[in-house]
Structure formats: C-alpha cells, structure tokens
C-alpha cells in the first residue's frame, strides 16, 4: 500500500459558524503505479485531498500513511525531505519562479536533494528534454507560453524521478490541444511505473485514469476503476 | 543544501531583482553615507575649534595689572617677583605689550612700515617696488612687540631657527630682536635672517631668532610681529606703564591653581576699600582654559546634536530598508511556497534569505561608506576656508558603527519574511499573491 489515509478531516474554522469541512472523514487506499483521478465540483475538497496527500498541508484529524510511514508524526525537515524525494507536483498555476529560467526551474528540486553539480544540470535537460522543451531551458516563464511553462512544471515534478506525480487541474489553464499533450506525459510518467494522482473536475479528462475517485461536499461519493483504451 | 549553494543563490536573487535590491541597498547607502559624512564634518570642527585654542596657548594665564601710581614698573618687577617663587606651577612670564607709535623695519633696499596705516596706504597707492608682500594692510602689517626671555614660550611660539634672547640681554637693554615668521618672510623671504642686522626706527638691531607660522585663520597678526626686549619700553614706548603680563603654566592644572594664586596676589597689591573699590590701580586674571572649557562644552552639544542628526537619517534609512523588506513579504512568501513544495528545508530556505538581506545590507553599506569618504572629501574641499589645515576624515569606528547598524537591520527585516513564511503550511504560502 503506498497512500493510506483513514477517516481524515480538514476543517476550516472549526466550531464557529463559518465552519467549512473540506475533508469530511475521507479513507482512501491507493497502491503502488495507479493512476488515480480525483474528481469533483468546485468546493468539492479534491484541491484540498491534494494538498494533504502531497504533505503541503495537514490534516485536522485522521491517519495518513504514506509507504507504511505516519505523515502525521513526522517533523518539518522529514516532511520536506518527503516532497522533495517521493512526489512530484504539478500546479493548475504552474507555480515556476518567474526569476530563473526553465533549466534553473528544473534544477532546483536538484538542488535541494544535494545532487552534485556536476549531474544536476545534467539530470535537468534530461527531465526537459522527456516533456520536449529541452530547446527552451534558458527561456524565462514570462517568455513561454502556458504550455510551455506547464511542461517546464513537468519536468521540474519529474526530474527527481519521484515514485508519486500529484496533478491539481494541470490541464485547467490549457487548451484542449496543448492539455491533451500534457495528459499524453503523465500517460508515460504511468507507463514508465509511476503513480499518478490527477485532480480535476473535468470528467473528460478524468476519463484518462484507471481509477476514479469522485468527491462531493469532503465526502467520496464513487470510487470506481475503469479500462482506458489508449491509442 | 550546503553553504556554498546558498550564497549563489542569494547572488542570482539579487541580480535578478535588481530594482528591489538597489532600493533595499540605497536606505543603507544613504543612512550610512550620511552618518559618515555628518560626524567627520562635525569632529573637523571640533578639531578646528579646539586647534585654535592650543595654537593660542593653552595653559596660558593672561594677566592686566594696572597701578595708577607705578612709574618705574614697579608692579611689573613684584609680579616677576612672586611668579617665580610659583616655579612648581609656571613655566614662563613675560610681559606682552604692543607698541603704540609708527614705526618701520628696514633690511637692506626694503623699508616696511610698522603699526603705521598711512604709509601703508601710500606704499600701496605708489604700487613701487619697495612693497615686499601682497594683500591687505590687515593681513600684513607688522608691529613690534616688547617681551622677556620667555615671550616665545609663554605665546606658544616654536622656534624656527636661532635662539630667544638672553636674561641678560633683555636686562642691559642690547639691541636683539626675534621676528614672526610674517615679519621675516617680508623682510628676508625664504633667507635666513639670524645674525642679520635690521633698522628698528632708525637703529640697528641684531635679529637672534625667528619664529615659526602661529597658522592661526583669521589672526595672521600672531606672525607679524617683531619681538624686542621689554626693557627698550623705555626708549621706544614713551615709557608707557606695562600692563599686560602672559605667565605660562605647566599644565591645565596648575593653570587654574597659579590663576587663584595670581588673583590672591593682585588683590593683595590692589586691595579694595570698604566701597569695594580699587584706589590703586586695577588688574584682571583671565586662563584660556576657561575658555577651552567652553569650547569643549560647545563641541560636546555641536556633536549631540550632529549625531542626533545622523542617528536620524540613520533610522531613516533603517526605515527604507523595512519597508522595501516589508513589501516584498508577498511576493516572497509564494517563492517560498514554491520552494517548499518542491522540497526545501526550512533551514535552507532561512539561509537563503539571510545570505541574501547580508549581502545586499553589505554592498550597500560599503557603497555607504565609500560614498561616505567621498563625500568627506567633497564636503572638506567646499569647506576649505572653514576647516583650513584641518583634513577631514572619517573616523573608521562611527563607519564601523554605522555599517553593523544597517547591516544588522537590513538582515533581521530582510529575514523577517523568510522566517514567517517558511514556517507557513506550504499550501498556504503558495496562496500568498
């Protein structure tokens, strides 16, 4: 079992009267190379479902397990360290620092695991060149376009070859073209043995998954698998 | 992360945010700048002043002693008298009269007029030859003075070359005279005159030594003199009663110890009657260590308020640096974010920052400080007739001091955001925009 999280609550301003429950005791298994759509509305809790899983935020209450490891016990440092080696993330936003350039981008992940600087840009263009902007890594963000700097995100999820890729509505900014390009990525990324998380709300593009998971008001409503035909 | 990684990255933030981190660098440029030039300017002056005062003498007792029945210097000789029996606490008396009367110095082809403004005024006007210096009568004219053995000494005078006159000279009345180096410069220029012979009023007088440059601003008078031994005021003063004595003292204290002295004495000579009058003459005991004292005093608040001045432009800058810092908390914050999401360290992430708020703090506080010696400089050369012979500059531990502020500032504000942020979820740094 690679994800376990049981009974998990993430509750905004508990006890008052704006109180907002956007994880509403949700349990999930999720094992090892899956490739797992999470969808829903808008306010749904699937961003929120994201965040937790990828250790950006925790959890009111509830257990999560990640390869048999306590998330909720572990320290600051441990859970960085976590990010960095075990997932990769890609943001509806993109969220690159405008200031560096796509390579830089890519490298700092790198940079934080203490890759030695001799591989590390080395390791980078590879990462670049796999979602084929290898002949932008010296473009700055603001001189590419969404794609581009989605799959400039890609690569930087991907360049510390984490077992788990996280996508929050990595098509949501994208035309259908340029997302479907991003959607054919992460199909290799599943081919190649990694598991992926897809969040959207789009049932079109949930309809990539081999297992979606439909959430509804913090609550799962499905969790159903399904056969993909990939041409 | 190690060390190194960190401070590339602070220098790839900086130059990649330049706009942000020249202003965050010009409060400290500014601030620093400011401080450097203000305290060096206003430590100048404190030097200038308190040069002016040595120059003049200090440990230096002027004394007026005025007898209404005293023909034959009576008073004079009591005063030399009981100076010496004050040997542990002075030095040096002599008494220092100015000759009242016209007159002129003449050495070789030159004549010059002495404490004479008419004949100045004609020598200027006829435009000859004969005129041995340019400027005005004010800066040039020359007077003769009537001193002991000890006038060098009591004035603050240094020796250029030759020797003061002798006791015995000055009690037989020989015809020496030691020049200020005004005087020597008009009538020999750079030659030497000891041992030369000079015309005083017509009579040749020996020229035993010469004086060097007082360099007092404002009082080239103090070098345009012509010493002669006191006992000639008989001859060349009309006799006129000696009233004005200058004892030199062995050091501040004693100043003010032989002062009271004096008083006592003087008051002893001219006892007051019962109305709290003098009916016999008058005397006056005035230090300049008084005067020191108020001048140290003057300096002491000059420099209050100048390092108020300063500390204020200091934490003005101060100010600068944590806005610029403050404003950035935003945009920081989602960098951080980012960086966390993708797996930075808290501590890594601190160091990054501090590195960098240390680094700009720094350049901009070296920037301060060059521009600070610049501006110095700048200022020393506007203010030259001010600070004339006094070269400003900096004193390195207000720059220090000044530079540590602003750099210790700069860090704590530029860390602020780092350390708020990285303590942050990362999901809720990344909302930050």
Known sequence: MLIDIRDLYKIYNEGKESEVRALDGVSLQIDKGEFVAIVGQSGSGKSTMMNVLGCLDIPTYGEYYLEGTDIGSLTDKQLARIRNREIGFIFQGYNLIQELDALENVTLPLIYRGVSVFDREDIAMEALAKVGMDDRAHHRPSEMSGGQQQRVAIARAIATAPPIIMADEPTGALDSKTGRHVLEILRDLYRGGTTILLITHDDGIASTARRVVRLSDGKIISDNPQEVDWE | ?433
């Open chain 2, 1 to 433: 992360m190690n060390l190194w990684q960190a401070f590339k990255m602070a220098f790839k933030s900086i130059a990649l945010k330049k706009t942000r981190s020249f202003l965050t660098m010009l409060g400290i440029i500014i601030g620093v700048a400011s401080v450097v030039i203000m305290v060096s300017v206003m430590q100048g002056q404190a030097k200038k002043n308190m040069e002016y005062f040595t120059k003049m003498g200090d440990n230096k007792i002027e004394v007026y002693a005025y007898s209404y029945y005293d023909t034959e210097n009576e008073t004079g000789q009591k005063l030399f008298d009981y100076c010496l029996s004050l040997s542990d606490l002075i030095v040096g008396i002599t008494p220092d009269v100015e000759i009242s009367q016209k007159g002129s110095i003449q050495y070789g082809s030159k004549t010059i007029p002495v404490n004479d403004w008419e004949a100045f005024e004609t020598m200027v006007s006829v435009g000859g030859g004969m005129m041995v210096s340019s400027g005005n009568a004010w800066e040039t004219m020359l007077s003769f003075k009537l001193g002991s053995e000890q006038y060098g000494v009591c004035n603050n005078y240094t020796l250029g070359g030759g020797r003061e006159f002798t006791y015995l000279e000055v009690e037989k009345t020989i015809p020496v005279c030691v020049l200020g180096s005004g005087a020597k410069e008009q009538l020999f220029g750079f030659t030497d005159p000891v041992g030369e012979t000079v015309n005083i009023n017509g009579e040749p007088f020996q020229v035993v030594g010469w004086y060097e440059s007082m360099n007092i601003e404002y009082w080239p008078q103090k070098d345009n003199i012509v010493v002669l031994p006191y006992t000639f005021n008989r001859s060349m003063n009309r006799n006129n009663p000696i009233e004005q004595y200058v004892i030199k003292a062995k050091d501040g204290h004693a100043t003010i110890e032989a002062s009271t002295k004096l008083e006592a004495f003087l008051l002893g000579l001219f006892p007051l009657n019962a109305d709290g009058w003098c009916e016999t003459g008058s005397f006056r005991v005035g230090s300049d260590q008084s005067y020191m004292e108020n001048a140290e005093k003057a300096n002491l608040m000059q420099s209050l308020v100048m390092g108020a001045i300063a500390g204020i432009s200091l934490l003005v800058g101060g100010i600068g640096i944590m806005n610029i810092m403050l404003v950035t908390v935003t945009e920081r914050t989602r960098e951080i974010g980012i960086r966390k999401a993708i797996g930075a360290e808290r501590s890594s992430i601190i160091s990054q920052f501090l590195i960098e708020a240390a680094v700009i703090c720094s350049i901009g506080g070296l920037m301060g400080i060059g521009i600070g010696y610049v501006g110095t400089m700048i200022a020393g050369k506007l203010m030259a007739d001010v600070f004339e012979g006094v070269i400003l500059m900096p004193e390195p531990t207000i720059a220090i001091g000044a530079f540590l502020f602003s750099v210790v500032l700069g860090i704590i504000f530029g860390m602020y955001p780092a350390i708020k942020a990285s303590g942050l979820q990362p999901v809720v740094a990344l909302r930050a925009d």
